[in-house]
């Protein structure tokens, strides 16, 4: 077609609201796209001041972009042309095929504001004449007597800036196609050879000639977006480093899908930022490390951005893998790309950087190989379908960051292992909670899973699903609902499962840490007197016998941080004393499953500072008090909760009391009871009368025992069915068919 002795000109504003990083093809005269011949003769753009033309790419006066034979003859443009993102030029945005300019002059500003996140050299693409060309037919773009005298200038995302202009400023940088490498922009005579590629500062025409012409050891730093017209091998005696350099290595589609671009069979190592290998992805036969850059596998039908094969070496030390579908291809049914696989008789080890699948039926890394990630790692794989599949082989994950997006429709696993052995000692796992049929942190069906760390989370389907085999011996977990893979030792204290101790060894062991749990799984029994720096847990389903065998446990914890013995499972303690020494301590004991207690002493802690410590013992389970003594500051025993009941045989309170507080011996509420059967009770407090202390309070059953001390109601009422008591008992206090006699020395029996 021609356009021929066309003019526009007056108020001329023209914005494209576009902004994907497809193509806009925006112009004044001519937009879209045509890949036929286009002829523009006397073709002018006069435009008034104010006036502008704006889009997002590919955006000129006269085109947007042509991919045929373009002649442009005698055409001018003073409009300012803005692109947000790349190819931006004062006659036409991208110049792609045969493209001749003759007697063509621009005055407007022309500029590209703020390029495409990781492509490094947008800001480049901007030209008075042409924002930039790609040739795919092997034959010069050709300017003469061409002119601009407007600025030119490109910014890309990072603030870089171009300088100098390419090609004179004329024309931008562009794209060469598959085997048009080493095509020519001529400007008034003056030949601009495109060359893909150096080694040491000498640049040729190709890629693969850079790579040929490569000794072992040397670098070859790509200078353009190049597009290889069949695979690149890399030799099995050869070493080398590609730098991408900001540059693409983009590869051809054939019969579906994409080739892969580079097969390595030496030793290849891949770095720069902002570049990136967009192919079905890279074969590694040798050794293949990435430092940086993105290798991505485009296909939606398979492929693998790295795919090792057996006897292969992977180091990843940064850079992104990815799994990605060329221009927004929908995943395949069955058929969807990998980011990496770590196949049988490969090792891989993944020390940096990030790896990503879009997929919805792949991981993003497939492995039944050796695949180590280190304890300094600090990758991160987000997967759709999952980030880890083991199918073989030995996996071990020591540290990084593993998840799935929010919202997917799938049942995916963070972590899924069908064959082989996995063990993590480290990493966060992250799952998708939201999604409508939940799913896993990880998913054992091979049984050969060992967790002995990391931080799992967010999964509705719950944090571990595993199989016979599968263990659990460390971790933080949200929501770990299969307990039964907790290993033998190992207990789960909220939602850490931590090692228990079951010898007096690592009983001493554990007290010298602070950051240690002190979690009782077995029988202990003393030879020192210690003091433990947090509070000894005894686990829920757990039985213990903690012998003192004479000797104290001490601990100067506040009531804040907890008692000196907590006891969720059933604990048997004997013969020794245990003693909260801290001002406005913890109890000695709170229990809250089943204690036995024989011939012990409870020290309650003192008070300080106008406040009061815990009782020295708390319950809300069942207890069972033998022959043991309670000296405390506040108050001695509390029972509380439903079913919540302590048994008393022949014991002894001493309780000092606090002045101006209202202290209790044994003191009942919300549905707890107490027995007592013999034993001395006291109240030593002055100031009962006037706090309303005393040394029973509440649903207290006394069959018999001596108690000195004030007798009251407040939670419950007391049943006296014998004993001796310092104050007269009251008449609903007494129990059915018992009387109560003065004995005249200040104390009343009930009988």
């Not at 509070?535 to 213990?544: A, I, L």
């Not at 109601?713 to 009387?739: C, D, I, M, Q």
């Amino acid at each position: 077609s021609t356009i021929e002795d066309v003019t526009v000109k007056g108020d001329i504003k023209v914005e494209s609201t576009v902004t994907a990083n497809g193509a806009s093809r925006v112009a004044v005269v001519a937009g879209g796209n045509s890949y036929g011949n286009v002829t523009m003769k006397n073709v002018h753009v006069i435009a008034n001041e104010g006036s502008y033309l704006k889009a997002n790419n590919n955006v000129g006066a006269l085109a947007g972009q042509l991919q045929g034979v373009s002649v442009f003859e005698n055409c001018s443009s003073n409009i300012d042309v803005t692109g947000t993102k790349f190819f931006a030029g004062g006659i036409i945005g991208l110049a792609a095929g045969n493209q001749i300019f003759t007697n063509c002059h621009t005055t407007g500003d022309v500029t590209i504001t703020a390029g495409r996140d990781g492509r490094a050299h947008d800001q480049y693409r901007v030209g008075g004449i042409a924002g930039g060309w790609a040739d795919n037919t092997k034959t010069p773009c050709v300017l003469t007597d061409c002119s601009y005298t407007g600025a030119i200038s490109g910014t890309n995302t990072d603030g870089s800036v171009a300088n100098p202009l390419d090609y004179a400023g004329y024309v931008g940088r562009g794209y060469t196609l598959a085997g048009c490498q080493g095509s020519k922009v001529i400007i008034d005579g003056t030949e601009y050879v495109d060359k893909s590629a150096s080694v040491n500062g000498v640049e040729y025409a190709t890629l693969e000639e850079a790579i040929a012409a490569a000794g072992s050891g040397q670098t070859i730093t790509l200078l353009f977006d190049t597009e290889v017209e069949e695979k690149i091998e890399i030799a099995a005696d050869k070493e080398l480093t590609i730098d991408l350099n900001g540059n693409d290595i983009n590869a051809p589609e054939t019969t579906g899908s994409h080739i892969y671009a580079i097969y390595n069979y030496g030793n290849l190592t891949i770095e720069g930022e902002g570049g990136s290998i967009n192919s079905r992805g890279v074969y590694n036969y040798g050794t293949l490390t990435l430092n940086s850059g993105k290798i991505s596998a485009i296909d939606g039908n398979g492929g693998y951005a790295v795919n090792n094969e057996e006897g292969s070496k992977f180091v990843m030390n940064g850079g992104w893998l990815a799994a990605d579908y060329e221009d927004g291809d929908a995943p395949g049914a069955d058929f969807d790309a990998t980011a990496l696989d770590v196949p049988a008789g490969c090792t891989a080890t993944l020390n940096a950087g990030k790896i990503t699948n879009a997929g919805n039926w792949t991981f993003a890394i497939s492995s039944a190989g050796t695949l180590n990630i280190p304890v300094t790692s600090t990758l991160t794989v987000e997967g759709r379908h999952g980030a880890i599949s083991v199918y073989g082989g030995e996996t071990t994950v020591n540290a990084g960051t593993y998840s799935i997006p929010e919202n997917e429709m799938y049942t995916d696993n963070v972590i899924y292992v069908e064959g082989g052995k996995m063990i993590i000692n480290g990493g966060n796992f992250i799952a998708d909670n939201d999604g409508p049929r939940g799913g896993t942190c990880v998913c054992d069906e091979a049984g050969g899973v060992i967790i002995n760390g990391g931080t799992f989370g967010n999964s509705s389907g719950g944090d571990v699903w595993g199989t016979t085999g599968t263990v659990i011996k460390g971790g933080t977990f949200e929501n770990l609902t299969e307990k039964q893979h907790i290993a033998e030792g190992y207990v789960l204290d909220g939602n850490q499962v931590v090692k228990g101790i079951s010898t007096y060894a690592d009983f001493l062991d554990a007290i010298q840490d602070d950051s240690k749990p002190l979690i009782l799984i077995g029988n202990i029994a003393l030879e020192s007197d210690v003091t433990v720096p947090n509070t000894v847990k005894v686990p829920e389903g757990k039985t213990v016998e903690l012998n003192l065998n004479g000797k104290t446990i001490t601990a100067t914890m506040h009531k804040n941080d907890g008692p000196v013995i907590n006891n969720s499972g059933a604990l048997t303690i004997k013969g020794g004393i245990i003693s909260s020494t801290g001002n406005n301590g913890g109890a000695a004991i709170v229990n809250n499953g089943n204690l036995t207690v024989e011939d012990a002493e409870l020290n309650g802690a003192p008070n300080a500072d106008g406040s009061w410590p815990s009782y020295a013992f708390n319950n809300t389970g069942v207890a069972t008090i033998t022959n043991s003594k309670f000296t405390s500051y506040h108050g001695s025993i509390s029972s509380y909760g439903d079913d919540a009941t302590v048994t008393l045989n022949d014991c002894e309170i001493q309780m000092v009391g606090i002045p101006g507080f209202t202290n209790h011996g044994i003191y009942t509420f919300n549905g707890g009871a107490v027995v007592v059967n013999g034993g001395t009770y006291a109240n030593n407090a002055t100031d009962q009368g006037s706090t309303g202390g005393s040394v029973i309070n509440g649903a207290v059953t006394v069959n018999s025992g001596t108690f000195t001390g004030r007798l009251e109601n407040y939670y419950g009422t007391p049943v006296l069915n014998g004993g001796t008591y310092s104050v007269e008992p009251k008449a609903a206090f007494v129990g059915e068919g018992r009387t109560v006699v003065n004995n005249g020395d200040g104390t009343w029996t009930v009988n």
